[in-house]
T-cell receptor, first 114, second 112 residues
Framework: AQSVAQPEDQVNVAEGNPLTVKCTYSVSGNPYLFWYVQYPNRGLQFLLKYITGDNLVKGSYGFEAEFNKSQTSFHLKKPSALVSDSALYFCAVSLYNQGGKLIFGQGTELSVKP | DVKVTQSSRYLVKRTGEKVFLECVQDMDHENMFWYRQDPGLGLRLIYFSYDVKMKEKGDIPEGYSVSREKKERFSLILESASTNQTSMYLC???????????FGPGTRLTVT
């Protein structure tokens, strides 16, 4: 069965330090991979996606993610965290041959302290 | 900018009531989705629709139904609300497979 795992419920980072939010997936076939962010009492906002091509993808607000096929991972990164990055982050995977349905991880709460 | 709106931000209903959650998108997207979000479980797909009058069951369709009579509108119906349907409900739309989904602000439903 297809699945997405975000192994950390919470990540704590000091402002200005680099941040990483981890995501691993288990699917058959070639996945499409997405990262979304959710601020309190808001819907999800799209950050970035990997479909094909360069393994390092850049997205909104200075975020980037690295696709690693051998490790089946798609970790979200940012070189220098901001307090305003504090939010709930979701990784998601979809398969073209299943109509592109998204399967979400359980979410990781990112807390950036001044 | 894509805009997805949901009819209510907060809703309180009694057990056994019929509940309608409405979602409207303004970008002529083909595909629309309904999810529920629960702490520690992420988002789970309830139903989706690839086109007008088409619907497909997601991972947790039990106790729910949907209606898509117009391209821009996708309704989620709780036929007889139960307390275990207390949750955050999120609607989303996208132009097609492989494209990102755009989400509405969510409806926090409480069933008492």
């Amino acid at each position: 069965a297809q699945s997405v795992a975000q192994p950390e419920d919470q990540v704590n980072v000091a402002e200005g330090n680099p941040l990483t939010v981890k995501c691993t997936y288990s699917v058959s076939g070639n996945p499409y991979l997405f990262w979304y962010v959710q601020y309190p009492n808001r819907g999800l906002q799209f950050l970035l996606k990997y479909i094909t091509g360069d393994n390092l993808v850049k997205g909104s607000y200075g975020f980037e993610a690295e696709f690693n096929k051998s490790q089946t991972s798609f970790h979200l990164k940012k070189p220098s965290a901001l307090v305003s990055d504090s939010a709930l982050y979701f990784c998601a995977v979809s398969l073209y041959n299943q109509g592109g349905k998204l399967i979400f991880g359980q979410g990781t709460e990112l807390s950036v302290k001044p | 900018d894509v805009k997805v709106t949901q009819s209510s931000r907060y809703l309180v209903k009694r057990t056994g009531e019929k509940v309608f959650l409405e979602c409207v998108q303004d970008m002529d997207h083909e595909n629309m989705f309904w999810y529920r979000q629960d702490p520690g479980l992420g988002l789970r797909l309830i139903y989706f629709s690839y086109d007008v009058k088409m619907k497909e069951k997601g991972d947790i369709p039990e106790g729910y139904s949907v209606s898509r009579e117009k391209k821009e509108r996708f309704s989620l119906i709780l036929e007889s609300a139960s307390t275990n349907q207390t949750s955050m409900y999120l609607c989303a739309s996208r132009v097609g497979t492989g494209y990102e989904q755009y989400f509405g602000p969510g409806t926090r439903l409480t069933v008492t």
